[in-house]
């Protein structure tokens, strides 16, 4: 990974750090106010809805993500001056402040998508989860420091990440390749069908896991007498399970994270259901719980940045899917809260609901391994075929940010023709022996692994 796409990685997971730290919990926060522990939950849950509207706004307005640099810097801004707002407001308008701060804060991650998708084709599970890893290790530093620093060195807490991620964007992180002329449209089409299922897929584990969440945290009344565990331990099996897939994610099948996270997930109901209310049984759900829950992550932010390297429009993919992760969870913490106050049984309602959502996602899964699998054995590499070539001077750009070689171009410009390796042999009059090796040569300075990625990658919106 080179020197820039490696600050990009750190700006995104500082960004990230923040959310999980201030809005998505609410702790760093604690210390301002009084009455923020009966707020919270409406603080929070108005960050989850309004960050969950600002995406499908995204993923249905958003025409184009190509300027993503200053997409992420005007989200980046709002988000501090919103934060800095909130800061110095009355607790009654907190509400407000979060539900804008989630609004915004969503084009910043839609942003990245485009980023996600252009600068790092290979191996994004290699990417995503050294982000998610960063990103959780630095919210729990801040989480820790909130808690000993004063009130008044609170807000350069909260800020400074922030502040950090625009650094290392703007200053350290990869350039916008500028279109010279006009990018001809093109003629892939956005598989409907395909992302509805995913969608579904996503908001069912989502939704299991909002319920859980607020069953989880007022059903071990013990934990009151283990308010370090309470706060950091989540952390630490998420943490473990995202190091365990850096290790073998090249030995590990993609549909597999998603087997297995959902496997994790019906255990932790299991022992939810049927262990009690003793602190053993809140380290052996919460164990298992937050373990589903990184493989699932990992699973479907790489599927949704695998499938915008194959048909582009990133922000589309990652504004549905996220709008539908969040959207499970924000219904699954109102299903948990009626649970609460309606229910007899809670544990065992979330047990069967939780099981529901489970059976579910067994149904979709291998139905949209087939449709993925079937992207990326080339089927659809017809279609790249069809789309305008880009301009050349915008071609010429390309080639010398990732520094091919005289050669290189020529078989890459042959590539966009759509011919066979014996054919560009031929027109290049070398042995297809020799042509095979341009071609690794041009994959491994591209960072990608196949063809159509390549192809995708000269074919930009």
């Given at each position: 990974m080179g020197r820039k796409k490696h600050f990009a990685v750190w700006s995104i997971a500082l960004y990230f750090s923040w959310v999980l730290a201030f809005p998505y919990y609410g702790i760093v926060f604690l210390p301002l106010n009084e009455g923020f522990d009966t707020t919270a939950y409406y603080c929070t849950s108005a960050y989850l809805m309004f960050h969950a509207l600002g995406y499908l706004v995204g993923a249905l307005f958003l025409k184009k993500t190509y300027p993503w640099k200053y997409l992420m810097s005007g989200s980046l801004v709002g988000t501090i001056a919103i934060n800095l707002a909130i800061w110095f407001s009355p607790a009654a308008l907190w509400v407000a402040g979060f539900s804008l701060l989630g609004f915004i804060s969503s084009f910043y991650v839609l942003g990245w998508s485009h980023l996600y998708r252009l600068f790092y084709p290979a191996d994004k599970v290699y990417i995503l989860v050294h982000m998610a890893v960063r990103s959780n290790i630095i919210a729990v530093l801040i989480i820790a420091l909130s808690t000993i620093v004063p009130t008044p060195v609170l807000m350069a807490v909260m800020i400074t990440p922030l502040l950090a991620a625009g650094w290392l964007l703007i200053s350290k992180g990869p350039?916008?390749?500028?279109?010279?002329?006009?990018?001809?449209?093109?003629?892939i089409i956005f598989p409907s069908l395909l992302m509805l299922v995913l969608c579904l897929f996503f908001a069912a584990f989502k939704l299991s896991a909002g319920f859980m969440y607020r069953v989880i945290h007022y059903s071990y009344p013990v934990m009151d007498h283990y308010r370090l565990i309470d706060t950091y331990y989540h952390y630490i099996p998420f943490i473990f399970t995202l190091v365990f897939i850096l290790h073998y994610h090249k030995k590990i099948q993609r549909h597999f994270l998603a087997f297995a996270g959902v496997a994790l997930l019906g255990l932790s109901f299991v022992t939810f259901a049927l262990a009690g209310e003793n602190l053993v049984s809140f380290i052996l759900t919460t164990t298992l719980i937050e373990a589903a829950f990184a493989l699932l992550n990992v699973f479907s932010w790489t599927l949704l940045g695998d499938l915008s390297s194959s048909y582009g429009s990133a922000h589309r993919f990652f504004g549905f899917g996220l709008f539908a992760i969040l959207f499970?969870?924000?219904?699954g913490g109102l299903i948990g809260e009626y649970l609460?106050?309606?229910?007899?049984?809670?544990?065992?309602?979330?047990?069967?609901?939780?099981?529901a959502a489970i059976f579910l996602t067994l149904v979709i899964i291998p139905w949209f391994k087939e449709k993925v699998e079937d992207e990326e054995t080339g089927l659809i590499l017809k279609d790249y075929l069809t789309q305008p070539l880009a301009p050349d001077d915008l071609l010429s750009l390309l080639f010398a940010e990732v520094g091919l070689t005289a050669r290189e171009k020529e078989v890459s410009r042959?590539?966009?023709?759509?011919l066979s390796n014996k054919e560009m042999a031929g027109k290049l009059f070398i042995s297809e022996n020799t042509l095979k090796t341009h071609l690794r040569n041009i994959y491994r300075k591209f960072g990608v692994r196949k063809r159509n990625e390549v192809i995708n990658l000269m074919k930009q919106e």
């Open positions: 350039k916008p390749i500028p279109a010279v002329t006009p990018i001809p449209k093109t003629t499970g969870t924000f219904t609460l106050l309606h229910g007899d049984s809670p544990r065992a309602l979330t047990a069967l609901y939780a099981t042959l590539l966009l023709e759509g």
